[in-house]
């Protein structure tokens, strides 16, 4: 397929995501600092969210950068992705809402949990056909992402285990920890990471 | 027309398209469970829409990756198209909200009904466009599309009436019977749908 | 300025006031007929201002396409041109909600006419830079669209005072007029409107 | 990194920061006058906020047609500036709503404070990758640009003090001095700043 095209409709998707949360602020009913201030945790979970997302785009850029062909199957698992994604805004303003409560917080976690299945899939899909059309290079280098590396590895799991007994004993920890996970993420990458077009 | 600029407005249409169905979703008043499943039913509508918008857009990346021309024509027929796919969040709004009830299930099915008329009439624009500049190979491929070939055939109007008569005595079984429907067509497509560019 | 980044971010804008205006369907809170046949006379407006937009973008592409460089001037006109676009859904939203009241039909009317200044603003200044670099033969393509000539004329002029007028007597004759104008307007067009990439 | 990615990905974020803010006008439910000039003020701080923005992108274009490199940590100051940026619709509602309340007005002056601070270090970031790659005259030509002068000259903190004075004895004021600020820098620009593509 055209590339570029799936590219920008992934990008289209993934800037209103990214933007619709802002619709969950609330314009405050007063005109005194009170009103703004009640909005302070849906502020820190959609900033949590904005990392989130930015992780997710950073890593997508490159995967597609170095992507010899996008077929039929990585355009589905592609939309899967997206699909898991457009649930986080939902996810977002649940936790935002009640940043002390059980429920979202698990729902928050889940949400993570499912994009981590289709971003791995992804990753997968297009490890895969790269190493059918002998790309052994850039099969290579995206099985080297270390974000693809973390989340199938036996960490990657042990941190669900861990944040949902956080959330069980202090609810808000689920965000925290997911927060410092980002941060990570964002951190780690290959060093050629921004040197692909 | 510059064939990527029409195509870049309509990927930003469908992507508002296809995200702002996530505004739909309400955040939960409470911070119990009961609060995220009563969102099911939504979320099923919004997935069924969702698989759908995903693949209209994939018909519409190969027909306009072989397209020879976007003349005015096919600019308004794209429109309408547009026109009528922005009607399925209203749709499946209602849908998610009243899943067993007849009214929501039956408006579903015409505005799918009326989407498929609007992208047969963008198919043929662009095949009777290709006849007429004597690109035969482009207007057999996009004739060849499964799609085109079972919506315009007696099965793709049949569908309408057993579906119909489904929702009449079983009101859910509207969007399912679109679901399978949709996965056939999403499975059922050229061999050589994802190597145009 | 960079043409394509300059007109794609115009697209974007464009495409989302375009999407926006589906928010404004309300999801109905019965299941029966009349929940969605009250959304009749918003649909209609809708619709109305969907055809508006798109003869507005396909002017612009052509505009745009032949224009030989895009000035920090002609990029704030085509601000300030999206500003009054923007403010297409507020009065479609309230022209849908009272489509038999005069001060919402009066509103369309103002705003469409704000438009039509900024709009006759943007191509004469897309003229104006292409006449001072020389390009007289796309300032003579550019100052020969239908549109531009029949804005800029005393009929131009004289159709706000009829509408007006229509208003008056039988409020919905104003979107209905607009609509018979918009219908001229996208059918009148130069040949080669569509022929410039 | 894709530099036209980024960009594209970037305006897509601007575009839809810039389009929600439409959203805040809420339909008249009555249809006199009164209905709509009600929107008066919001309209106003919408209209200050969409030259803001729009100041924002025409710098923001201008610095992206130079930089020769996106690397990872502009990508990361890129979207925190889109960040702050995405916060704009929520002050503009809250002071759109009570224009000559002092907290809105402190609001709004605080996110273009993180604003300014987030611009600056997007400006300041592509200064320096430009340097240590030996681009010289790009560093130089951005290091000329009057709004990043002016953003971190003593003046460009002096004005947060003036403004916060003024908020204090007539609130409105402050969106107002905002408004001459925005136009003096739509203003005030380099004679190459739309000579780059």
Redesign the interface.
């Known amino acids: 397929?055209?590339?570029s095209?799936?590219?920008?409709?992934t990008?289209?998707?993934?800037?209103?995501?990214?933007?619709?949360m802002?619709?969950?602020?609330k314009?405050?009913e007063t005109?005194?600092?009170e009103?703004?201030l009640e909005?302070g945790p849906y502020l820190f979970a959609y900033?949590v969210s904005?990392i989130y997302i930015?992780v997710a785009?950073?890593n997508h850029?490159y995967m597609f950068?170095l992507a010899p062909r996008?077929?039929?199957r990585i355009?589905?698992i592609n939309?899967s992705w997206l699909?898991s994604m457009?649930?986080v805004?939902?996810s977002t303003?649940?936790v935002g809402?009640?940043i002390s409560?059980?429920?979202?917080e698990y729902?928050y976690l889940i949400i993570f949990f499912i994009w981590s299945i289709t971003y791995m899939w992804l990753t997968s899909g297009i490890i895969k056909t790269a190493s059918e059309m002998g790309e052994n290079e850039v099969s290579n280098r995206i099985s080297a992402m270390p974000i693809y590396r973390f989340l199938r590895s036996i960490w990657g799991y042990l941190i669900y285990v861990v944040v949902a007994i956080a959330i069980y004993f202090y609810p808000p920890m689920g965000i925290i920890i997911t927060l410092i996970e980002l941060l990570f993420m964002?951190y780690y990458?290959t060093d050629d990471?921004?040197q692909?077009?």
Chains 1, 2, 3, 4 share one sequence.
């Open positions: 397929m055209d590339k095209r799936v590219a920008a409709f990008d289209a998707v993934v800037a209103i995501i990214l933007t619709i802002v619709l969950e602020f314009t405050p005109f005194n600092w009103g703004i909005e900033a904005f930015s785009w950073y850029h950068a996008i077929t039929k355009f589905w939309n699909f457009s649930l805004p939902v303003a649940w809402e009640f409560e059980r429920a979202p729902f964002a990458t990471s921004d692909v077009a």
